[in-house]
């Protein structure tokens, strides 16, 4: 492996890699501009926290039902082929947003709606982008790609709400949607550039769909390591993450207006941020498998913290703590995935991986918004923190047998 920024130059020095890095900035950053002013409309629509767990909900719970057959067609299928045209599908799908919010037709029914054609869209997106990388890059530097595409990630999660504040402040919701479409037309240009020689791909052998996608579980649940990282991600994204989707609210605990709930998205991306350019330094994948399992600590502690704050620099400095986090936990946990499994089984494991990662947060969205409308935010946020807290803690007392059996 190289080490640090080694492994980040030489990853970036590869065209392919390079071409797809570019155009996902470009993309992610409208992704997060796009969530955020909807996130917004949905609040000033309803000012609900029912509301935006329903709406996160439809955008992230496809995941559960869509990404295991696409990840078992990503094992047999063209993946960069597959990857061209479902982004090419979501620009059409923020041309859309584009036009009925120019016409002012956005209702949180039909925002709901779309927000549930866009979910379904990117479920089956997921595996075959994240299925893609190691065709991309040398395997020696594959831990230093996967740490870029994260830095990619939340360094637009840090710029795309801060531009989404701009645009909420100028109460212009329509150019967010604009800005979108055309951050996916870049993607979509600079993915027709990529030129792959070979893709090492070996086809599934199992017969049928179904087959591949149980053959793919069972692989995961037998294996003591994977299983229980898989776990651990999936308690986060349950109890931690829908803090994410239910900012609107959270904002809304400390009186702040549009301007410090973007404020609030950007510094949990800011953390997220510091977080992947920490871990793009380093290159034990054994080290990196440990932080995945102990993470979880430290974001129960931050998430109690976020949930029981009277001050809002508070509030941020354990949005801070969530941020940097989720990222180690969602890079340690799918460098792992990608070094450990057999290239045939990659695609469905790493379906497993998306599902867990937005399909969790749907469902813990959609739980504890319901809930925040009877009880207010913070009860529900405190629960969560301590079965994150409690439930890290149980597999970091077994980390020696997880390490020693995924042989990194």
């Known amino acids: 492996m190289r080490n640090g920024w080694h492994g980040v130059r030489a990853a970036l020095s590869e065209p392919n890699y390079r071409n797809f890095t570019i155009g996902n900035v470009f993309s992610l950053v409208g992704s997060w501009v796009q969530r955020v002013a909807l996130g917004w409309l949905v609040w000033e629509l309803t000012g609900s926290g029912a509301w935006l767990g329903a709406v996160a909900f439809a955008d992230l719970f496809p995941m559960v039902l869509v990404t295991p057959l696409a990840g078992a067609m990503a094992d047999r299928s063209d993946r960069l082929r597959v990857t061209r045209i479902s982004q090419a599908l979501l620009m059409v799908h923020a041309g859309l947003l584009t036009v009925l ?27 075959f982008r994240m299925a893609l990388l190691p065709g991309l890059v040398e395997r020696e530097n594959l831990i230093s790609a996967v740490a870029v595409n994260s830095i990619v990630f939340n360094t637009a ?11 909420i402040a100028k109460g212009n919701l329509t150019l967010a949607f604009v800005i979108n479409f055309g951050t996916f037309a870049v993607f979509s240009w600079t993915l027709a550039r990529i030129r792959l020689i070979a893709l090492d791909q070996v086809p599934s052998i199992s017969r049928g769909l179904m087959n591949s996608v149980i053959e793919g579980w069972r692989f995961a649940v037998g294996h003591v390591g994977l299983g229980s990282m898989l776990l651990m991600l999936t308690v986060v994204s349950l109890c931690v993450r829908p803090i994410l989707e239910l900012m609107p609210g959270y904002a809304a605990l400390f009186g702040s207006d549009a301007t410090g709930f973007a404020l609030m998205t950007s510094t949990t991306g800011l953390g997220s941020l510091v977080g992947a350019i920490w871990l793009s330094r380093q290159a034990d994948p054994g080290a990196l498998a440990t932080m995945a399992l102990s993470i979880g600590l430290l974001m129960g502690v931050a998430l109690l ?9 508070l509030g941020l400095l354990a949005l801070f703590a969530l941020g940097f986090g989720m990222v180690v936990s969602g890079i340690a946990n799918q460098t792992v995935i990608q070094l450990a499994v057999p290239d045939h089984l990659r695609g469905r494991l790493l379906a497993l991986h998306s599902m867990i990662f937005r399909g969790a947060p749907a469902l813990g969205a959609l739980a504890i918004g319901a809930l925040s409308d009877l009880t207010g935010l913070r009860g529900p946020l405190s629960v969560g923190a301590a079965v994150t807290f409690a439930f890290s803690g149980i597999i970091y007392a077994r980390r020696k047998v997880v390490l020693k059996s995924l042989d990194l």
């Open 305 to 313: 913290v976020a949930a029981l704050a009277d001050h809002e620099w």
């Open 157 to 167: 999660r840090f710029i795309g709400p801060a531009i989404a504040g701009l645009v």
């Open 101 to 127: 919010s120019a016409l002012g037709w956005l209702s949180p029914s039909l925002i709901l709606g779309l927000a549930l054609i866009g979910g379904v869209i990117t479920a089956f997106n997921q595996p």
